[in-house]
């Protein structure tokens, strides 16, 4: 075949003189110029080749797009020829056979896309079309696919779409099918390139039927478009993966619904309409405004979860489509269409929907294309991916996969119970035993567990008899230590005596019985503990003995008082018996006389203080009342009491008369 | 009572008894399993780098401890040996010390691990 012998002469060339740009130039008028097949292309991957220059500024990125273009053009064609017409008229009248079966799984979803913008509804048309195909071709489409029949599905959606496009002119549809078809086309050739397109294609493929499938009543038209797009290679791989959710009839049908959407994307190539960018685009925008429109209104459609599925397909599929326009290498191999559809900026619209679309899928592909890297792995989650290709690898790989799932969570009750277990008297256990009857255990805590070592044994035994431990010897501190700590202040001393060499760690000991004991206390320097917790005792005791002797005072002084003598009449004069006065007054002796030998002090003349002045006052009122004595001897006359007085003198007034 | 234990039981990595030495020299035959159970320390020695020849006779010198509190160690290795037989419910009898050995006995328990 000289015409591939051109074409990879070339396209060698083209690869050794990438900066050159009239070479380049050069080689690709000459390609151009070449009457190239289908066949042609793909066995040589000049496509790949021609697309990576695409990018390039100036001439050198017009020729090749229009190239590129070009092919594209011709692929759709072949696709179209190779359909014939017979399939077509079955194609029509199962699909209006279909559609009545259809119309309920297909009521709902476009009721849904009615309510939308009318850029849906050529979508939704798409699905319905590819709903219609897949139905007609239930039972001519098996489950498991070949390469065989997987051209002729490609062919058969070829028909298909141009049964289909006969019967809704379309211009998305028709891009959509040229593209699918364009895609069929390389599915039918099989060719590395094209495999690797292939692929690319699929997942594209997948994602613009998915979008379709959004309003699809099933998700397993996804699954079925996986399928088909999966490259015979990948068949017996993908095959027992499909998960089993996935009936077959629902497969085939999906399947069937695919390669109506191929076919009638092929059509509309074969039409010849703009660029095969649009069908592109236009799945890609479709797809991305579906996901709005779903992500909008989730509700209306009974197939929310599918269509959530659906939608994560299609982010899937985008995002394998972005990856693999980014990358432009004749590794990553991304279809013509996907490239074309994904980097032209603007590709000329014949109707004001597909500009429409246009802008949305701009912005929504950029951002589906950021969304689908994320989602392209969870979509992996949720359904299992035909493994892709090495070339495809490449290009994934390049990909942050971003999948999260969260981990499992660790059970937390493990920890607890531990605790609870070893925490005899937790909390729990006393709750528990509340409105039980708690058993009693005498001894010790230590009696409930385990068999004790021979450690532990010698710890206890030594606890028991702190007092009696004098010197240790070698036995190491830490061994000791629980013992020790559960020493006071007089024991710790004691053992402190016998066993100097433990000083520093019985020193820490002190510190712990210092800070339990006197908080107050504040070591100085040049201090030990245990010299802080001497003096810190002694100011206690101190402290102690002081107020007790306050209070012993206090209480002292309120006590009653004590018997005391005291001296009568000391300050007067003595009071005798009543008949030892009478008789004083009788003989004139009533005031009383001192003693000779007594001085007779003045009164003016207060005798010193003590009990011998206090005596000599009192003699010396006793001479001032003797001095007095007769006149008032003589003057206190017997006088009768009042009373008498009148009684006498009564009676003597009687008398006298 | 059996034949009483010779070292001629314990030749051999397989022997059934082990020899203890305290620091004054007297021996106590325990049985291996007992000890290498209980004891960390005896259980490690005996796996330990010393090689176990077809007549070398398994004895271990504790110049450390002495006799009298090796042989109350010795008591304990069979005693706890035979607690650990013991099924669930059923109570361990407790281990007496005299507290004039408790801190003898600390000691080689700290050393033995036991």
Not at chain 1, 472 to 490: I, T
Not at chain 1, 567 to 592: C, D, M, V, W, Y
């Given at each position: 075949?000289?015409?591939?012998?051109?074409?990879?002469?070339?396209?060698?060339?083209?690869?050794?003189?990438?900066?050159?740009?009239?070479?380049?130039?050069?080689?690709?008028?000459?390609?151009?110029?070449?009457?190239?097949?289908?066949?042609?292309?793909?066995?040589?991957?000049?496509?790949?080749?021609?697309?990576?220059?695409?990018?390039?500024?100036?001439?050198?990125?017009?020729?090749?797009?229009?190239?590129?273009?070009?092919?594209?053009?011709?692929?759709?064609?072949?696709?179209?020829?190779?359909?014939?017409?017979?399939?077509?008229?079955?194609?029509?009248?199962?699909?209006?056979?279909?559609?009545?079966?259809?119309?309920?799984?297909?009521?709902?979803?476009?009721?849904?896309?009615?309510?939308?913008?009318?850029?849906?509804?050529?979508?939704?048309?798409?699905?319905?079309?590819?709903?219609?195909?897949?139905?007609?071709?239930?039972?001519?489409?098996?489950?498991?696919?070949?390469?065989?029949?997987?051209?002729?599905?490609?062919?058969?959606?070829?028909?298909?779409?141009?049964?289909?496009?006969?019967?809704?002119?379309?211009?998305?549809?028709?891009?959509?099918?040229?593209?699918?078809?364009?895609?069929?086309?390389?599915?039918?050739?099989?060719?590395?390139?094209?495999?690797?397109?292939?692929?690319?294609?699929?997942?594209?493929?997948?994602?613009?039927?998915?979008?379709?499938?959004?309003?699809?009543?099933?998700?397993?038209?996804?699954?079925?478009?996986?399928?088909?797009?999966?490259?015979?290679?990948?068949?017996?791989?993908?095959?027992?993966?499909?998960?089993?959710?996935?009936?077959?009839?629902?497969?085939?049908?999906?399947?069937?619904?695919?390669?109506?959407?191929?076919?009638?994307?092929?059509?509309?190539?074969?039409?010849?309409?703009?660029?095969?960018?649009?069908?592109?685009?236009?799945?890609?925008?479709?797809?991305?405004?579906?996901?709005?429109?779903?992500?909008?209104?989730?509700?209306?459609?009974?197939?929310?979860?599918?269509?959530?599925?659906?939608?994560?397909?299609?982010?899937?599929?985008?995002?394998?489509?972005?990856?693999?326009?980014?990358?432009?290498?004749?590794?990553?191999?991304?279809?013509?269409?996907?490239?074309?559809?994904?980097?032209?900026?603007?590709?000329?619209?014949?109707?004001?929907?597909?500009?429409?679309?246009?802008?949305?899928?701009?912005?929504?592909?950029?951002?589906?294309?950021?969304?689908?890297?994320?989602?392209?792995?969870?979509?992996?989650?949720?359904?299992?991916?035909?493994?892709?290709?090495?070339?495809?690898?490449?290009?994934?790989?390049?990909?942050?996969?971003?999948?999260?799932?969260?981990?499992?969570?660790?059970?937390?009750?493990?920890?607890?119970?531990?605790?609870?277990?070893?925490?005899?008297?937790?909390?729990?256990?006393?709750?528990?035993?509340?409105?039980?009857?708690?058993?009693?255990?005498?001894?010790?805590k230590s009696a409930l567990t385990g068999v004790?070592?021979?450690?532990?044994?010698?710890?206890?035994?030594?606890l028991e008899n702190i007092d009696a431990i004098?010197?240790?010897?070698?036995?190491?501190?830490?061994?000791?230590?629980?013992?020790?700590?559960?020493?006071?202040?007089?024991?710790?001393?004691?053992?402190?005596?016998?066993?100097?060499?433990?000083?520093?760690?019985?020193d820490d000991l002190w510190r712990t019985l210092?800070?339990?004991?006197?908080?107050?206390?504040?070591?100085?320097?040049?201090?030990?503990?245990?010299?802080?917790?001497?003096?810190?005792?002694?100011?206690?005791?101190?402290?102690?003995?002081?107020?007790?002797?306050?209070?012993?005072?206090?209480?002292?002084?309120?006590?009653?008082?004590?018997?005391?003598?005291?001296?009568?009449?000391?300050?007067?004069?003595?009071?005798?018996?009543?008949?030892?006065?009478?008789?004083?007054?009788?003989?004139?002796?009533?005031?009383?006389?001192?003693?000779?030998?007594?001085?007779?002090?003045?009164?003016?003349?207060?005798?010193?203080?003590?009990?011998?002045?206090?005596?000599?006052?009192?003699?010396?009122?006793?001479?001032?009342?003797?001095?007095?004595?007769?006149?008032?001897?003589?003057?206190?006359?017997?006088?009768?009491?009042?009373?008498?007085?009148?009684?006498?003198?009564?009676?003597?007034?009687?008398?006298?008369? | 009572?059996?034949?009483?234990?010779?070292?001629?039981?314990?030749?051999?990595?397989?022997?059934?008894?082990?020899?203890?030495?305290?620091?004054?020299?007297?021996?106590?035959?325990?049985?291996?399993?007992?000890?290498?159970?209980?004891?960390?320390?005896?259980?490690?020695?005996?796996?330990?780098?010393?090689?176990?020849?077809?007549?070398?006779?398994?004895?271990?010198?504790?110049?450390?401890?002495?006799?009298?509190?090796?042989?109350?160690?010795?008591?304990?290795?069979?005693?706890?040996?035979?607690?650990?037989?013991?099924?669930?419910?059923?109570?361990?009898?407790?281990?007496?010390?005299?507290?004039?050995?408790?801190?003898?006995?600390?000691?080689?328990?700290?050393?033995?691990?036991?």
């Open positions: 075949m000289s015409v591939i012998s051109f074409i990879e002469h070339y396209q060698r060339s083209i690869k050794k003189n990438e900066d050159d740009e009239s070479r380049l130039l050069h080689c690709l008028e000459k390609l151009s110029n070449l009457t190239v097949k289908v066949s042609d292309l793909e066995a040589t991957g000049i496509g790949r080749t021609v697309n990576s220059l695409r990018k390039k500024p100036g001439k050198v990125g017009d020729t090749a797009r229009g190239l590129v273009t070009s092919w594209m053009k011709l692929v759709e064609n072949t696709a179209n020829e190779d359909h014939s017409g017979e399939e077509k008229e079955t194609i029509e009248h199962n699909g209006y056979a279909e559609m009545t079966s259809g119309d309920k799984e297909m009521s709902s979803p476009e009721n849904c896309s009615e309510k939308y913008n009318n850029g849906l509804g050529e979508t939704v048309k798409v699905k319905e079309e590819k709903s219609k195909s897949r139905h007609s071709h239930k039972d001519k489409k098996a489950v498991k696919e070949e390469p065989g029949t997987r051209h002729s599905r490609s062919d058969r959606k070829g028909e298909e779409s141009k049964g289909h496009e006969s019967r809704h002119s379309n211009h998305h549809h028709k891009r959509s099918d040229s593209s699918h078809k364009s895609r069929s086309k390389d599915h039918k050739d099989s060719d590395s390139r094209s495999k690797s397109k292939r692929s690319h294609e699929e997942t594209k493929i997948k994602t613009e039927l998915e979008e379709s499938d959004t309003y699809d009543p099933s998700d397993f038209e996804g699954l079925k478009i996986k399928e088909e797009r999966l490259s015979p290679a990948e068949v017996c791989k993908y095959d027992p993966e499909v998960p089993a959710k996935v009936k077959k009839e629902k497969e085939s049908s999906h399947k069937d619904k695919k390669e109506k959407r191929k076919a009638e994307e092929s059509k509309s190539k074969h039409k010849g309409e703009s660029s095969s960018k649009k069908p592109k685009l236009e799945t890609e925008r479709s797809s991305s405004e579906r996901k709005e429109r779903h992500d909008k209104h989730s509700k209306s459609s009974t197939t929310k979860s599918k269509s959530s599925e659906k939608i994560k397909k299609e982010v899937k599929k985008e995002k394998i489509d972005s990856p693999e326009t980014n990358t432009m290498n004749g590794n990553a191999g991304p279809s013509f269409e996907e490239a074309l559809g994904n980097l032209d900026s603007a590709p000329p619209l014949k109707k004001s929907k597909d500009k429409k679309k246009s802008k949305k899928d701009k912005t929504s592909s950029s951002s589906s294309s950021k969304t689908s890297s994320s989602t392209k792995n969870s979509n992996s989650s949720f359904l299992p991916l035909p493994l892709p290709r090495t070339e495809d690898l490449a290009s994934l790989l390049d990909q942050p996969t971003l999948t999260y799932k969260p981990l499992p969570s660790i059970p937390q009750k493990s920890s607890k119970s531990q605790l609870s277990d070893s925490n005899m008297f937790s909390f729990s256990d006393v709750i528990k035993n509340k409105n039980q009857r708690t058993k009693v255990y005498s001894g010790t004790p070592t021979l450690l532990e044994i010698c710890q206890k035994v030594l004098e010197h240790v010897g070698s036995a190491p501190f830490e061994v000791l230590e629980p013992v020790f700590s559960k020493a006071n202040a007089s024991q710790l001393l004691r053992i402190q005596h016998h066993n100097d060499h433990f000083y520093e760690e019985l210092v800070e339990t004991e006197f908080k107050s206390a504040i070591k100085q320097e040049d201090e030990c503990w245990c010299d802080v917790y001497e003096r810190s005792m002694i100011e206690r005791n101190t402290k102690m003995s002081e107020l007790a002797a306050k209070i012993k005072a206090n209480t002292e002084a309120r006590q009653a008082p004590q018997r005391k003598t005291m001296l009568a009449f000391e300050h007067s004069l003595a009071k005798p018996p009543r008949t030892i006065r009478k008789q004083q007054i009788k003989n004139g002796t009533a005031n009383g006389s001192l003693p000779r030998n007594v001085a007779r002090p003045t009164y003016s003349e207060p005798g010193p203080s003590g009990l011998s002045s206090s005596k000599e006052s009192t003699l010396a009122r006793t001479v001032g009342l003797l001095r007095e004595g007769p006149s008032t001897a003589i003057k206190s006359k017997k006088r009768p009491a009042p009373l008498m007085q009148k009684t006498l003198q009564l009676m003597k007034s009687s008398y006298r008369r | 009572m059996s034949q009483p234990i010779t070292e001629q039981d314990c030749i051999g990595p397989d022997a059934e008894y082990i020899k203890l030495i305290a620091a004054d020299g007297k021996g106590f035959f325990v049985k291996r399993a007992d000890a290498v159970e209980v004891s960390k320390t005896i259980r490690r020695i005996l796996d330990g780098p010393s090689q176990c020849k077809e007549g070398d006779i398994n004895q271990i010198e504790l110049s450390n401890i002495a006799s009298q509190t090796l042989k109350i160690v010795c008591d304990f290795l069979g005693y706890r040996a035979r607690v650990n037989k013991l099924k669930e419910g059923e109570d361990a009898d407790d281990f007496p010390i005299r507290p004039e050995d408790a801190v003898d006995v600390l000691k080689a328990a700290n050393f033995l691990e036991c």
